[in-house]
């Protein structure tokens, strides 16, 4: 079946501006993650999403940062006035079941160039 | 938030040879999850371990829990040019997130 899909696959913006980045999810997954990863580092957690609860966003490092799940489905996160510091990948992961993060499947990621 | 250490941070063998990477805390994990990521790609699930002392074998890649759950290696065994990538370690509590490991480069010359 398909996998955890991202757009765009690269984003190069100037300071500044805004930035939407999507995920859709493998369908019948509940959980979906957006991780951040900047270059030789681990992932980052940033927001966590598991059906119609409120999400977790204790890991947005600003409130330029926010995300929205549609329908339960369908995620974005908006980066509003774009810093140099946010370059980073972008990465979405979803999961059948949110009891101990198991089985997350990622997608390809959203490389973010801030100029 | 669980702080793991992974180790060596680059490892750079020729191919045939065995490697180990190490991932560490001084916490206790309920779960581990080894993922190995590509360039340009997103991180692949290789192994969950849950049990203390639990190993696991994937084809040529053996992964053991410590028996305190605070540990976890990933042994590959004859490496192929085909391993090449950055094996991530990620610890899971009785919460949902997952804690990632800064991770270790692998590369194999043929």
């Known amino acids: 079946g398909a996998g955890v899909s991202q757009s765009p696959s690269n984003k190069v913006t100037e300071k500044g501006k805004d930035v939407e980045l999507r995920c859709d999810p493998i369908?019948?997954?509940?959980?979906l993650y957006w991780y951040r990863q900047s270059l030789g580092q681990g992932l980052e957690f940033l927001i966590y999403?598991?059906?119609?609860?409120?999400?977790?966003k204790s890991g947005l490092p600003s409130d330029r940062f926010s995300a929205e799940r549609t329908g339960g489905s369908v995620s974005t996160l908006t980066i509003q006035r774009t810093q140099q510091e946010d370059s980073a990948v972008y990465l979405c992961?979803?999961?059948?079941?949110?009891?101990?993060?198991?089985?997350?499947?990622f997608g390809p990621g959203t490389r973010l160039t801030v100029t | 938030t669980q702080l793991l250490e992974q180790s060596p941070q680059f490892l750079s063998i020729q191919e045939g040879e065995n490697l180990t990477v190490y991932c560490n805390s001084s916490?206790?994990?309920?779960?581990l999850q080894w993922y190995r990521q590509e360039p340009g790609e997103g991180p692949v699930l290789l192994v969950t371990?849950?049990?203390?002392?639990e190993v696991k074998k994937l084809k040529r890649l053996t992964f053991q829990f410590g028996d305190a759950r605070k540990d976890s290696s990933l042994h590959i065994t004859a490496a192929q040019p085909g391993d090449t990538g950055l094996y991530l370690c990620?610890?899971?509590?009785?919460?949902?997130?997952?804690?990632f490991g800064a991770g270790t480069t692998v590369t194999v010359r043929a």
């Open positions: 992961a979803s999961s059948i079941t949110s009891v101990g993060a198991y089985e997350q499947y």
């Open positions: 369908s019948g997954h509940t959980a």
């Open positions: 999403f598991q059906g119609n609860s409120a999400p977790d």
């Open positions: 916490s206790v994990f309920s779960s």
């Open positions: 371990v849950v049990t203390g002392g």
């Open positions: 990620a610890a899971g509590s009785n919460d949902y997130k997952l804690s």
